[in-house]
């Protein structure tokens, strides 16, 4: 792949720590031709995923790895980004550079975020990163990080799927020209695989839920981060990029099944609920 912020779907790793998982869900990934796998510091997987990738190169050497996209958390903001930028390298299989590297939520001190945004530049300028960007921040944050440094984010991944849309969000994107992801792009799976309205979609379009919720993604302009250990199902979601949803259907979709909060409403995913470690 030439450009990655021309990437369609990236590969999902929160909460998978098991080595064999990783391996092979890595492997299946490689090949069904994901753009990226993404991971965090904060999942804790690093490592793992380092040695799944060395696995790989092994068993097939002619074949081109993924590019890696991993995460800074906020707990860190304090600490010299640079090296922790290099510690997650080290973890990633002692790689001299990363494809992606983002903050990963807001600290609840806004000067932090400055301050961490600014040494992710200087990561950039190092050439430890070649795209920086951020996650789960609001376009009004981002704002003071251009204000303050006059760089804008290349990346903005956030929560994204048909049961939770940000159309601020993603018109902010998408008229600064950068790439948004979403993550959790299935939404709420366990009520959405029951969901009459998706399974009637799924019927016309000649498909699954999964899907037509991936297809709803490629419609709303945001590549979708998908996690999944099941074969077929890592080869059908890069299937599921051609699905053209009609116009009518992606509205549809959205009027009838987002949930989306406002971060003044106690259950959102408000900035004054942000998990901190100590």
Known sequence: MNNFLKSKIGY?????????????????AILAKYDFIDTAAFYKNETQIGKS??????????????????????????KNIVSELKISLKKLGNLKSIEACLLHRPHVENSMNVKAWKELIKCQKLGLVKYIGVSNFEPDMIRILYNETGVIPQIVQDEASV???????IRFCKDNHIMMQGWRPIGLMEKNMKCPLLK?????????????????????GYVPIVKSSNEKRIYANVKALKIKLKKEDV??????????????????DSYAYLYLKK
């Open 200 to 220: 009637n979609m799924a019927k016309k379009y000649k498909c699954n839920v999964s899907d037509i919720l991936i297809a709803f993604s490629v419609a709303k």
């Open 53 to 78: 990738i060395k696995l790989f190169k092994k068993e097939f050497p002619k074949k081109e790895i993924l590019p890696i996209q991993t995460k800074i958390f906020p707990n860190n903001f304090k």
């Open 12 to 28: 999902g790793t929160y909460k998978v720590t098991d080595q064999k998982e990783l391996n092979n869900s890595i492997k299946w």
């Open 163 to 169: 049961n939770s849309i940000r159309n601020d969000r």
């Open 251 to 268: 509205i549809k979709l959205e009027l009838d099944l987002n949930e989306y909060q406002s971060t003044i409403t106690s259950g959102a």
